[in-house]
């Protein structure tokens, strides 16, 4: 799980959790949202090889 905690000068004020749910097609993995609440449904398909911040990216654009 890649949690990503957020601050706004020394206040952490939320925090996003990516969750590994499991093997996709071609070497791509799924990832679910499970923190903030609300985004459970919100899958992420994402290859590995591409490194977090390429995963981090696809979950932001979906919390907008």
Request: a negative charge; one cysteine or more.
């Amino acid at each position: 799980m890649l949690v990503v905690k957020v601050y706004v000068n020394t206040s952490q004020i939320d925090e996003l959790w990516i969750h590994n749910i499991g093997d996709s097609s071609h070497g791509r993995c799924k990832y679910r949202i499970e923190k903030p609440e609300g985004y459970e449904d919100y899958e992420i398909e994402h290859l590995r090889a591409i490194g977090y911040r390429g995963l981090l990216l696809k979950a932001l654009e979906g919390l907008v």
